[in-house]
């Protein structure tokens, strides 16, 4: 556990491994060339599907340009969070999807179950499963920016666009996958929805808004933090204009990461209430037992509320939706908060 210490938050869920996608891809690729002599490895920058002009569309994307089909009818989704929820909020169904990382034992993040029920798994988005993903027979495949290890042997199975890393927002980020398949005008409505929702909030939170000082923390892996500014939930709790402690208003607006946390300055994270994102199975006994952790304002009032990994640290319309339900639940409908 040592050298985790020294990981920042993003860092903890973005563990890499794809070193071990550019072995695996590199020998199924020669296996698929042995088998299909007519399969060749495409460039970075083009697919080697030929399609006819009138059911094709051109899209540039964060490796190149690809042409894939009007109306895509197989789709591969090769993240949960960063591309499933998007995906899924436009009304499109996937034929095949990767999970969160295998070893967390999370399915996917900020997606209701029934959501994918019958959609095919290959693999994680760590480690795709490619011979899967050439069996499912896929017409467009979906993936990050960052899986650009494995694009040339994505390209080989189907046409597959690689989403920038640059679009942070969850709003940019559905605005350029709605652009692939025609649904621009759905995104536009998903985006409104989300917004009249917060506007909700804060009708129904009133001068509560105003007075009520919240702290979102992060137990994790053994270790306490605060949310990258870069996650949905961050930007969440800034559109709707949620006061959180100065410390955390401070990161909220710096492109750095936060540190773990240590008991001894957990009290600069104290507030009216805290929300700390963790999941079921997490040891929290360390920190929640500690004399420190007692004599926090919030821990006193019994107002430090647990919140569901999973459902805070999606990255899409969904998650956020899921967390503004949680927002509901824990502020909105809390009879203890000053001015209730």
Request: proline share 6%; charged share 20%.
């Amino acid at each position: 556990m040592g050298h985790l210490q020294q990981l920042t938050i993003s860092r903890i869920f973005k563990t890499s491994r794809y070193w071990r996608q550019g072995l695996i891809a590199m020998v199924f690729t020669s296996s698929l060339t042995a088998c299909n002599p007519n399969l060749s490895e495409p460039t970075l920058s083009s697919s080697p599907y030929s399609l006819p002009p009138s059911a094709s569309q051109t899209v540039e994307h964060a490796l190149g340009e690809v042409k894939i089909p009007t109306h895509p009818q197989r789709i591969i989704v090769l993240h949960d969070t960063f591309l499933l929820d998007p995906v899924l909020a436009l009304g499109i169904k996937p034929t095949g999807i990767t999970t969160f990382a295998a070893d967390v034992g999370s399915p996917v993040r900020g997606i209701e179950a029934e959501q994918i029920a019958n959609v095919e798994i290959v693999g994680d988005g760590h480690q795709p499963n490619l011979e899967k993903i050439l069996a499912l027979k896929p017409d467009l495949i979906l993936a990050r920016e960052s899986q650009s290890e494995i694009y040339s042997q994505l390209s080989g199975i189907a046409p597959t666009v690689a989403v920038p890393e640059t679009l942070i927002s969850f709003k940019e980020r559905l605005r350029f996958i709605a652009q692939i398949f025609d649904k621009e005008a759905v995104a536009e409505q998903v985006i409104d929805q989300y917004w009249h929702r917060v506007e909700q909030f804060k009708t129904a939170m009133g001068q509560r808004l105003d007075v009520t000082e919240v702290s979102v923390l992060v137990f994790a892996w053994g270790m306490m933090a605060t949310p990258s500014s870069e996650l949905t939930c961050s930007k969440v709790l800034v559109d709707i204009g949620i006061r959180r402690p100065p410390i955390q208003e401070r990161l909220a607006n710096s492109s750095s990461d936060s540190p773990p946390l240590s008991l001894e300055v957990i009290s600069e994270h104290d507030a009216d209430v805290i929300l700390l994102i963790t999941d079921r199975q997490a040891n929290t006994s360390n920190y929640l037992n500690s004399p420190i952790w007692s004599t926090l304002q919030a821990v006193q009032n019994n107002q430090v509320y647990q919140v569901d990994i999973n459902r805070w640290h999606g990255n899409g319309p969904l998650a956020a939706n899921l967390i503004l339900d949680d927002l509901f639940k824990y502020l909105v409908n809390n009879p203890d908060l000053k001015g209730s």
